[in-house]
């Protein structure tokens, strides 16, 4: 559908441009600005106002959403091969892409005092694939923040498009990108309300050119640096889906998590450099750590309490070591448990196949969604009780219920970060963090009480059973939008086979009993698939992981390891073998 073919209701302008007009008058009377804050504010409106006066504009058959067309088809994007990519090209795609993220990783933002730096995602920062105070602080939260939306939506059945058909699916993905670009800004610009404080250098010689503005337009620069480094991103994750090997988010996240693992594991400095090695102040790392114990406590100093030290307590101890190698066998042994549909051709004779239907049916994205979410409710609720101005809001600014945070003065006393929530719901929703956190202090109060920062047992308790459930269930939520929006429900899959020419031995072809059963496998599945990812994330948690990479980005990078070995396979085979490859749907 070209630009000029969009029918519009124009009488749409005189309310959108009402509401503008109202929301200006408010922050100039409300927030009394300067010119250039005023600025800023207007264009962001004008923005946001926008889009909506595309959607609610369009006047065809068709979804509302294709009002955004004009938007869509100017986005920049990376262009789609025209035939196929061999396999040396793929590998040298993701190679550079995967060395040019670790090199993003480490540019820090221009102008942003890297010693007051405050990681409103730093629970959560493995699965985000990011890294503080860098081009990269974002990660891919945004992409996957915006896939939430969007899929909540669809499934919501508020976006009425049809997935199996092509022009549907690429309006689909082209307002994907659109609410991905959007939320890059939502979470881009919170950072610079006390969170990523701009260093006094910038702020005077901005203040020199323009007095009054110096510290807005150093906030300024700061966001248009995390929007230019999340975008980034975004056309990053493109390169490697259509010109490498499986999916950038995924290569991303696998990148950060197994870094953190190998530091975790090996790291030889202690905690605190500044501090000579001791008993307080040992290595990092899980090997060099235990083979410090050993070297340096005799068998009595180990039994009364050097052994504790490598086991369990932080920075990571053994059992965490443990922890990681178990979710590595779990995820793999689940990764290859199936149920296979025995399938004829209806044509051909003797012609046989198998339908796969994998006990993680729904892959590792249900936890992926599910742990942004987190991050997010996480982000919004520091928001809510610190910024000056959100802490006023009506009935969420500043509410104990919705999540209470220590001050920098009583997160020093307390030994907890500044985003570590202490109460409310925040709290109860916020990651376990290894035995030391939970189970330690429930045996020995005495010993270990101060790790429940001044909460009651059974307060803790609640923390862990909390966790752990909405874990699970969100998990299994997610499973099955993720299975409605992605054609692999019931109807989809018998949609598919019933092409292909396929059957079920023993009964009739015809896409109704086909249906029927595979919904007696696929849904049961779908549930089971979800709540198994969501059990061994949080499972993981409560034990504990080496580097601090979470039970969710251990058991996001074993798939991700497994679902590449598998595509690498796939691409060899089809470069030995034209006919295969176009039988996979390779060119």
Partial sequence: MAEEEIPRDYRWAAPVLLVGLVLLVIDWFWGRPTLIAFGLTAAAIAGVLGLVFLGLSYDGPKSKLYGLKPITSRMPAVS?????????????????????????????????????????????????????????????????????????????????????????????????????????????????????SPSQTLVSSLNASSPGNGILLADAIIVAQLVFGSYLVFLMDEVVSKWGIGSGISLFIAAGVSQQIVQGTLNWLPANPALPVSATNPPSGTIPKTIWFFTNYNAGNMASGGWEQVLLHAP?????????????????????????????????????????????????????????????????????????????FPLLGHQWWIGAYATSAQATQLGVSQTTPLMGGAYYLSTVNGLESWLLPLLNPQQYGSFLVGHAWWQDLAHVGIYFSVMVLGSILFAKFWIQTTNMGPEAVARQIEASGMQIPGFRREPRVLRRVLARYIPVITVISGAAVGALAAGADLIGTVGNASGTGVLLTVGIIINLYEAMGREQLMEMNPLLRRFLGGE
Avoid: C
């Avoid at 915006?146 to 307002?175: C, V």
């Fill in 80 to 196: 789609q091969p025209k035939g196929h990519v061999h396999f040396r090209q793929k590998m040298f795609w993701t190679v550079v892409i995967l060395l040019l993220y670790f090199l993003l990783t480490n540019i820090f933002l221009y102008g942003v005092d890297q010693q007051t730096v405050v990681d409103l995602f730093q629970s959560y920062r493995a699965i985000l694939a990011g890294q503080q105070g860098t081009l990269m602080h974002l990660g891919i939260g945004p992409i996957v923040t915006g896939s939430i939306i969007m899929q909540l939506f669809t499934g919501a059945k508020i976006i009425n498009l049809d997935l199996t058909d092509d022009e549907d699916k690429g309006m689909y993905q082209g307002a994907q990108k659109v609410m991905v670009v959007a939320m890059i800004f939502v979470e881009a610009i919170p950072q610079v309300f006390g969170y990523l």
């Fill in 316 to 392: 990571n101890p053994l059992v965490a070591l443990a922890g990681t190698a178990a979710i590595f066998f779990l995820v793999a042994w689940t990764e290859s448990t199936r149920i296979e549909l025995p399938l004829s051709h209806a044509e051909a004779r003797g012609a046989r196949g198998r339908y796969p239907l994998r006990l993680i049916y729904a892959s590792n994205i249900p936890v992926i969604l599910m742990a942004a979410l987190l991050a997010n409710v996480s982000m919004f609720s520091i928001l809510l009780w610190g910024n000056s101005t959100l802490a006023h």
